[in-house]
């Protein structure tokens, strides 16, 4: 059985990647400063703005007969712009991503998985994006202590690689993360849709968010590399022609898009990493 540690395993995302990798037939230990809402036995309680805590966390945990770890995904952070100072974003987003990373070298864990953000794509948005369907294919544009604090994670991450040619750490650019009881304010995004220009009206649900960091563990590549991460239509019941006639006129299509279409393209996830939402709101929320 492959070992896992995930980092923020208390969180929105975490517990959602938790219960999958488990559901999967992964041993999981949930890594953080947080306890988990339900006990877990498989908890530990770490500070990854220490880097001396970060290392007894990954190195003291006992699997049983070995200390062998098989991967790592980092998901703990502040996990978005705004809920704190902007210096203290960039420190505790900064300096966990570098202690995560720089653990992993030292015990040689070569399969990370780590949450970046659509963020970096240009969210909010004031200056319009290149093309629609974003993508991974034109430079990043942080605007925030928050984005700029992923960006220097995917940079991190490219030296790492760098130093270590059998390391592959995967970035996941997650669109806004939806749990089963986010979806009860879509009406809200219906009635104000500027309110959700800043991403595109896009969104991910945490299940398939989920299932993007499962396949991209088990995906046989190398190195860094990034991919953006979300569900396949909008959280808006208005067509797409009407919010770009609205907001966004002289941005240029790459492609033809259908009303409800995301305007975030994942179709690098699906074609290297199988990844292939499951759970849209359309047809209604599964709240299973
Ligand atoms: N929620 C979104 O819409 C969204 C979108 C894109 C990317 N992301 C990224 O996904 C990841 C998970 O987001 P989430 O929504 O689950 O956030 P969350 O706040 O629900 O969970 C984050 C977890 O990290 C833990 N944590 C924070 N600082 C820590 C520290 N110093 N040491 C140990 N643990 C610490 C928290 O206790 C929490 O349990 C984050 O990296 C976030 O930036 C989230």
Not at 40 to 65: I, K, Q, S
Request: a negative charge.
């Amino acid at each position: 059985m492959k070992r896992i540690i995930v980092t923020g395993g208390s969180g929105k995302l975490g517990r959602a990647t938790v219960k999958d990798l488990r559901a999967n037939g992964y041993d999981v230990v949930n890594a953080d400063i947080a306890p988990p809402s339900e006990p877990d036995p498989r908890f530990v309680r770490v500070d990854f703005e220490d880097l001396n805590d970060t290392m007894d966390a990954f190195a003291g945990w006992d699997w049983g007969h070995t200390r062998q770890v098989d991967g790592v995904v980092h998901l703990a952070a502040i996990p978005a712009p705004g809920r704190m100072p902007a210096g203290e974003v960039m420190r505790v987003n900064t300096m966990s991503t570098y202690n995560v990373f720089e653990t992993c070298r030292r015990l040689g864990i070569k399969n990370i998985v780590w949450a970046s953000s659509e963020t970096l794509l240009g969210s909010p948005f004031i200056v319009p994006p290149p093309y629609l369907p974003v993508d991974e294919e034109y430079p990043v544009r942080p605007k925030t202590a928050y984005s700029l604090s992923k960006l220097l994670g995917e940079e991190m991450a490219r030296q790492f690689c760098d130093w270590d040619p059998d390391a592959k750490i995967v970035g996941l650019r997650f669109s806004n993360v939806k749990a089963i009881g986010d979806y009860d304010r879509f009406p809200e995004y219906e009635a104000d849709p500027a309110s959700r220009r800043f991403n595109l009206w896009s969104y991910v649900d945490a299940r398939d968010a989920a299932q993007a960091v499962r396949k991209a563990l088990e995906a046989d590549i190398k190195g860094a590399d990034v991919f953006v991460i979300a569900n396949d239509d909008t959280a808006m019941t208005t067509a797409n022609s009407e919010l770009l006639r609205e907001y966004f006129p002289d941005v240029s299509l790459k492609r033809s898009v259908g009303d409800h279409d995301s305007l975030l393209s994942s179709e690098k996830a699906k074609r290297i990493l199988g990844y292939q939402p499951e759970f849209g709101w359309r047809e209604g929320v599964d709240r299973r």
